[in-house]
């Protein structure tokens, strides 16, 4: 089951890095299957397309390599501009245009560029959702092979509308396989009836716990030191990247602050022209008002009034109520001009 290619070092790695842990396992697929064409349905970056390439390179394999993709993205991946397949391009022109094809057009197209039982190995990697997988599985399924393998990734995710786990319970019932619960997932179908006996000897393993076990833990343990190499060089870039997102959050926050006590000082502690003045005739209107009603004494207790003369009670009581209206009114108007200030 070991092969040198298991070890190799990944050439290039970019991102997005959803792929990165089944690299070990694209090398290792490639040097055991050593396929006449392969074809890649989904290669977005190239993180798998270009693994799948070094392995026929470095292995010096007459296999002839295809990427299909629009290139243009879709709801899962996300849509992205022309930028992305011109350096998929230049790298496949200059690393392996000896035999690798990229086909810029959409799965169903590409379908007729094919002949039936012409693919020996088929990475399956497009839109996730259960029916576009199933599509594609059954549309593609006559192009494979007698020694045919179908690879799915993403089989372990179950978030948004992502179906392919349910495509792969309903596909593994039916077909010889493995699966990788690492990176998202990676289902391993042998639909071809004559296969290779690397491939076979693996998924008799595969059939038992223990050798299940030690199968997983060979691939992603492999996966996960190709993740952690390629996050430990890109380490001080993302550090940062970090402060640089740090600082202008700093400074956001220094500016959102000083407009907060421009405001605040402006509207509690600072009463504008216009709003003082009318305070001051307010207040002289009033003073003028009691004036008129009590003489020199500004406000006569209630008891006193009563004592005095039941006539006088009564003005008394309309002049505070009088008063008590014209602050009530005084208030209202500084609150509604702050507010529209
Ligand atoms: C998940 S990405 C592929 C990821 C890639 N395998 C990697 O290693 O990172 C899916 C890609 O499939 C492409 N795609 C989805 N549906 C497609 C279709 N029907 N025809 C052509 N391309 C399609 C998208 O443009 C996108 O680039």
Redesign the pocket.
């Known amino acids: 089951m070991i092969n040198t290619s298991l070890f190799l070092k990944p050439d290039r790695i970019v991102d997005?890095?959803?792929?990165?842990g089944h690299i070990p396992f694209a090398f290792w697929v490639i040097e055991t299957l050593k396929p006449a064409v392969f074809v890649?349905?989904?290669?977005?970056?190239?993180?798998?397309?270009f693994s799948f390439c070094q392995s026929v390179n470095s292995n010096r394999l007459p296999t002839k390599c295809y990427a299909?993709?629009?290139?243009?993205?879709?709801e899962?991946?996300g849509f992205?501009d022309d930028t992305?397949f011109a350096e998929v391009a230049t790298y496949n022109e200059n690393q392996y245009h000896s035999f690798s094809r990229l086909i810029r057009?959409?799965?169903?197209?590409?379908l007729s560029t094919f002949s039936d039982n012409s693919i020996d190995l088929l990475?399956i990697?497009?839109?996730?959702s259960y029916e576009?997988v199933k599509h594609?599985f059954n549309a593609w399924l006559p192009k494979l092979s007698h020694r045919g393998v179908i690879l799915f990734?993403?089989i372990n995710v179950r978030e948004r509308d992502f179906g392919v786990w349910k495509l792969w319970e309903e596909l593994s019932a039916l077909y010889p396989h493995l699966a990788f619960d690492h990176s998202s997932g990676l289902g391993v179908l042998i639909v071809g009836g004559n296969q290779n006996a690397g491939i076979l000897e693996i998924a008799k393993e595969f059939e038992s716990l223990s050798g299940q076990h030690l199968i997983k833990s060979l691939f992603s343990r492999l996966g996960h030191m190709v993740d952690l190499e390629y996050h430990s060089k890109t380490f001080p870039r993302d550090i940062e990247v970090r402060d640089t997102e740090i600082n202008s959050l700093n400074m956001m926050i220094d500016e959102l602050e000083n407009n907060i006590n421009t405001t605040f000082n402006f509207r509690f502690l600072r009463v504008p022209k216009p709003i003082k003045k009318l305070k001051n005739s307010i207040r002289k209107r009033l003073k003028k008002l009691q004036e008129k009603f009590f003489s020199k004494s500004k406000y006569i207790p209630l008891s006193e009034l009563k004592k005095k003369s039941p006539k006088i009670f009564l003005i008394g009581n309309k002049a505070n109520f009088l008063r008590l209206r014209c602050k009530l009114g005084l208030l209202l108007l500084i609150i509604s001009h702050s507010f529209q200030s």
Not at 16 to 20: C, D, L, Y
Not at 105 to 110: G, L, N, P, Q, S
Not at 125 to 128: A, E, K, R, S, V
């Open positions: 997005p890095t959803g792929w990165v890649e349905l989904g290669t977005h970056t190239g993180n798998s397309y299909v993709d629009t290139w243009k993205g879709d899962h991946a992205y992305v057009m959409t799965f169903d197209d590409a990475h990697d497009g839109l996730h576009a594609d990734h993403d």
